[in-house]
């Protein structure tokens, strides 16, 4: 029989309201799967839907997937794991059968998550991961952050106890539970032989089963396998021009990911830096695709400043020391050393015009993340995710934040991961208020 609730309004009074569940339908469960089907009968159903099951419906049931979603994460009894809706279908012999589907958007037993937007965070390091693990729906980290950050930093791998980045991965699986999506980064996208990085990613499936394995498939714009040295040797500068690749180069990431996928992986596109990445990003299908924020707010920072600084004085070695920042930055290509500077001020106008600075849609650097957004929701990739990463500063979480609140973007909030260092979102959790009432009430208790 169908349970009976108070729903309490805001101004105190309450109604009587009757609240189906998969339990009021009394059907009888699968043979063999009756303490899968407990777990989900508690699920609410509509009156619609109620009449209509029952008028067809005969047995209840669960999918093989969710027989093995249960299995595969051990989930206690009478529960569902996080990171999976719950999705129910009738079948023409009137079977309703129970299915689990992979959705970060979603807590333990098919609870929705607090908020739309997803937290993710930036970091290949279990010490700093655990404490915000329950907060989390989304990992990612790439080769600087598994070696350079964690594996080969004293400071940070205490007593060198991780030796392989597999091993890293393993202990983060185990720390964030099944309902945290992990993207694991290729060590090599330019790797010819693609039977290769099917093994690397076979790997990473077999630490982080396929439901929580995202597949990091970077953009590779000029570079390739034979040139990829140039990154590595001397004094590491590229030769060619980031606007010039052949188009084998530019999309070898975009084919590789429509690959990977092919094989059953999810992906997360990673290396965007400017929205106009983003329509020909979404053409590899991917599950994420990502907006960089702290490089792309600096840079523009910088050019604003060398442009205002040159139109005061007029100063030539203004614009040298622009050519200087051009090159360093990989704007401008290692041959290009005398490059012409009225060309240089003319990049440096163009690209602050392009990017909205002077303007509301980008002062705050995030006229990319608004771009991709509104992509987004005019695309056919209804599962598809913008992380928004590579935050800094005292004003880019709270001016995302900020974003996020806005009404224009109330329909696609749920479709937002943000991620950063857990150090930098953790100074986002206090401010200067925080400790003074702590004093307040900690005193208050040692005179009691």
Not at 176 to 186: K, R
Not at 226 to 255: C, I, M, Q, W
Not at 331 to 349: G, K
Request: one cysteine or more; hydrophobic letters at 40%; aromatic letters at 10%.
């Amino acid at each position: 029989m169908p349970a009976t609730t108070i729903n309490y309004s805001r101004d105190g009074g309450g109604k009587a309201a009757v609240v189906y569940t998969l339990r009021s339908l009394e059907l009888v469960p699968v043979s063999g799967q009756e303490t899968y089907v407990e777990r989900v009968l508690g699920l609410v159903i509509d009156d619609l839907d109620f009449k209509t099951i029952v008028e067809r419906a005969t047995y209840l049931g669960v999918s093989q997937r969710f027989i093995d979603v249960i299995d595969t994460f051990k989930t206690p009894a009478g529960h569902t794991p996080a990171g999976f809706r719950i999705e129910v279908s009738l079948q023409s012999d009137g079977l309703f059968q129970a299915d689990l589907i992979r959705d970060i958007s979603y807590d333990a037993d098919g609870l929705k998550r607090p908020t739309g937007m997803i937290f993710s965070a930036d970091s290949a390091n279990p010490y700093e991961v655990a404490p915000i693990a329950p907060l989390l729906g989304n990992l990612t980290c790439n080769p600087g952050i598994v070696y350079d950050s964690f594996i080969n930093n004293p400071k940070a791998n205490v007593g060198a106890k991780f030796k392989t980045r597999d091993e890293v991965i393993l202990e983060l699986a185990h720390i964030l539970g099944p309902g945290c999506d992990v993207s694991v980064e290729l060590n090599n996208p330019f790797e010819d032989d693609f039977n290769k990085i099917i093994e690397e990613c076979e790997t990473f499936k077999e630490i982080l089963t396929g439901y929580r394995l995202v597949v990091k498939v970077p953009h590779t714009g000029p570079i390739n396998g034979t040139n990829v040295h140039e990154l590595l040797t001397g004094d590491k500068r590229f030769s060619g021009s980031y606007k010039a690749p052949t188009t084998e180069d530019a999309f070898r990431g975009h084919r590789l990911a429509l690959k990977l996928r092919e094989h059953g992986y999810r992906i997360n596109f990673t290396l965007m830096f400017e929205p106009y990445q983003s329509a020909l990003a979404l053409q590899a299908k991917p599950a994420f695709i990502n907006a960089f924020m702290r490089q792309r707010a600096t840079h523009s920072q910088a050019f604003a400043s060398f442009v205002a600084k040159f139109e005061r004085g007029r100063d030539e070695s203004v614009l040298v020391e622009l050519r200087e920042f051009l090159l360093a930055n990989d704007f401008l290509a290692a041959p290009d050393v005398d490059h012409d500077l009225l060309d240089c001020l003319r990049i440096a106008r163009d690209t602050i015009t392009y990017r909205h600075w002077d303007s509301p849609f980008g002062s705050d650097g995030l006229d990319s993340v608004r771009h991709s957004l509104r992509l987004l929701r005019r695309s056919n990739l209804s599962d598809t995710r913008l992380i928004i990463c590579s935050m800094d500063g005292d004003y880019n979480y709270p001016d995302i934040d900020n974003l996020l609140a806005d009404p224009e973007y109330a329909d696609v909030v749920d479709r937002v991961v943000l991620t950063a260092d857990p150090v930098y979102l953790a100074r986002f959790a206090s401010t200067p208020q925080v400790i003074g009432y702590q004093r307040k009430f900690m005193n208050a208790v040692a005179k009691a």
